[in-house]
């Protein structure tokens, strides 16, 4: 670990590329499923294995997806791009070569804002992706070590988006991946399941001296597959290169590998240039000829973005800080979007969903679309509230029943009896009743501890199964004790 002060030293330069399988129902050149998770090899074709005579045929979905992408993140959107063969060889990839674009990509020149901060896209580019190999250990197959390779994720259409290197810190960079993934989920065209691999990343970091303007050599980190493992991997990376520099070394540019478990990164390979890819332009498919008009009609069908969907809930009246934990929920976000078009009291909405309705979504490990709520009932308990027909904390009751059984809170409220006492009489009642009964809390609460109030409180509650009105009970209570 290397000490605070050697670090002040440095600045850190880092750059990341961003995989994202496009939610495509084919693959990128073939007509086979893309679908996750069935049993191996079992989503090919011809095309897909690479026989010989076969043609690849570009999906146009994974075209409108590009484009829409890079609308998103301030693209420009040039009228042609084209694909190219990168010559590289994949043991997963059985042509040995992979299609994707080169100098002439989909998109080009963008940006997102990260905290006030615009950090750059250089290119997001289509691309087929691998196949996947699985790895046995030495207790296999008597002792040998070996390899099975799986083909279904091969061909399955991947934008790379490729930043500037504009972030300074892992924390920045986490931010940049964590809004990236917000992005793409929002529009539609990714999942950003990390866990599955539909979304995956390679950072690129190196360090200078501080007041330097020319960057260290990099090295590159491959196939980091969860938010806290980015972090963990550029702090490793960081030491692991002001260590060599201080020590009068040489960083290599190399591409190294993350492992979570020993928490350390590792050479895989030289880095490569993309002269050693021997690219050129691929001859079975066409230049894509994008009009201005295809553009146009894409923009028209975006939808409201993270940034934009955040800087409206603080106009409403969130924080920000609760503004940005609804939309990084982004079923959640959508669901309380419904609700607030229902009319329903933002913040009680608000409250709710981030609170006792999130907290059993991740106890259930679901999201809010499989509940049985629905906007219209989750609308009516929040006006339900608003009335003073019930608490918050009935609402809080009633609401794992609305979650599982689709009950709406007014059913429950009149079946179970749970509206609000508000009748001044019959609270006075009980209120006489519990200060009779605690002789030594009221002289204690006299004396002036009148934290006590809370005990008063209880004990009514308790007697009214929580139904009694909080703001009566206060005024009461504060009379009866005032003036006993």
Same mark, same amino acid.
């Given at each position: 670990m290397v000490s605070q002060e050697i670090r002040d030293k440095y600045e850190v330069v880092i750059g990341l590329e961003v995989h994202a399988q496009l939610k495509t129902k084919s693959k990128i050149f073939a007509p086979d499923s893309t679908e996750f998770g069935a049993e191996p090899n079992t989503h090919t074709s011809t095309i897909t294995l690479g026989m010989p005579g076969v043609l690849p045929v570009l999906n146009k979905e994974c075209v409108n997806m590009g484009?829409?992408? /890079?609308?998103?993140?301030?693209?420009?959107? @040039?009228?042609?791009?084209?694909f190219d063969r990168k010559q590289y060889f994949y043991p997963d990839l059985p042509k040995g070569y992979q299609i994707s674009q080169y100098d002439q990509p989909i998109c080009v020149n963008g940006w997102i804002n990260i905290n006030g901060k615009k950090i /750059?896209?250089? !290119?997001?580019?289509?691309?087929?992706?691998?196949?996947?190999?699985?790895?046995?250990?030495?207790?296999?197959?008597?002792? $040998?070590?070996?390899?099975?390779?799986?083909?279904?994720?091969?061909?399955? #259409?991947?934008?790379?988006?490729?930043?500037? #290197?504009?972030? !300074?810190?892992?924390?920045?960079?986490?931010a940049y991946m964590e809004e990236l993934r917000n992005i793409v989920r929002y529009i539609g065209v990714c999942d950003g399941n990390l866990e599955e691999g539909s979304m995956r990343c390679d950072a690129n970091i190196s360090v200078m001296p501080k007041g330097s303007d020319k960057f260290g050599t990099r090295a590159e980190i491959k196939n980091i597959n969860s938010f806290s493992a980015l972090q963990r991997a550029i702090e490793y990376e960081i030491d692991r290169q002001i260590d060599i520099v201080e020590e009068g070394g040489e960083v290599d540019q190399e591409t190294r590998l993350w492992d979570d478990n020993q928490k350390v990164t590792k050479t895989m390979r030289s880095k490569e240039d993309a002269n050693d890819y021997r690219y050129f332009p691929e001859p079975d498919l066409m230049p894509v000829e994008i009009s201005r008009e295809w553009v146009e009609e894409i923009r028209a069908k975006m939808p409201e973005l993270p940034e934009a969907k955040r800087k409206r809930y603080e106009s409403l009246g969130l924080s920000a800080y609760d503004a940005?934990?609804?939309?990084?929920?982004?079923?959640?976000?959508?669901?309380?979007?419904?609700? &607030?078009? &229902?009319?329903?009291?933002?913040?009680?909405?608000?409250? &709710?969903?981030?609170?006792?309705?999130?907290?059993? &979504?991740?106890? *259930? *490990?679901? *999201?809010i679309n499989q509940t049985k709520l629905t906007p219209t009932s989750l609308a009516e308990l929040?006006?339900?509230?608003?009335?003073?027909?019930?608490?918050?904390? =009935?609402?809080?009751?009633?609401? @794992?029943?609305?979650?599982?059984? /689709?009950? $709406?809170?007014?059913?429950?409220?009149?079946?179970?009896?749970? $509206?609000?006492?508000?009748?001044?009489?019959? =609270?006075?009642?009980l209120?006489?009743?519990?200060?009779?009964?605690? #002789?030594?809390?009221?002289?204690?609460?006299? *004396? /002036?501890?009148?934290n006590l109030m809370g005990f008063f409180v209880g004990q009514i509650m308790k007697e009214t199964k929580g139904r009694a009105n909080p703001q009566i009970i206060n005024k009461l209570l504060q009379d009866a004790l005032n003036n006993n």
């Open positions: 484009i829409l992408l /890079g609308l998103a993140l301030n693209c420009e959107i @040039p009228e042609r791009c084209k /750059g896209i250089t !290119r997001a580019h289509l691309e087929e992706d691998a196949g996947k190999l699985v790895h046995a250990g030495a207790d296999g197959l008597a002792g $040998s070590l070996y390899s099975l390779v799986d083909l279904n994720r091969a061909g399955t #259409p991947l934008l790379e988006i490729v930043s500037e #290197p504009d972030m !300074r810190s892992s924390e920045e960079a986490r940005n934990v609804m939309v990084e929920q982004m079923e959640t976000a959508l669901f309380y979007d419904e609700v &607030l078009k &229902l009319g329903a009291d933002y913040r009680i909405a608000n409250n &709710l969903l981030v609170g006792d309705i999130t907290a059993h &979504l991740k106890e *259930n *490990n679901i *999201n929040v006006q339900m509230i608003v009335s003073g027909t019930i608490s918050n904390n =009935i609402a809080k009751k009633i609401l @794992p029943q609305m979650l599982e059984n /689709g009950a $709406s809170a007014k059913e429950i409220v009149e079946k179970e009896g749970l $509206s609000v006492i508000s009748d001044e009489g019959a =609270i006075k009642a209120v006489e009743k519990v200060v009779a009964n605690n #002789p030594a809390q009221v002289q204690a609460y006299k *004396n /002036g501890k009148t």
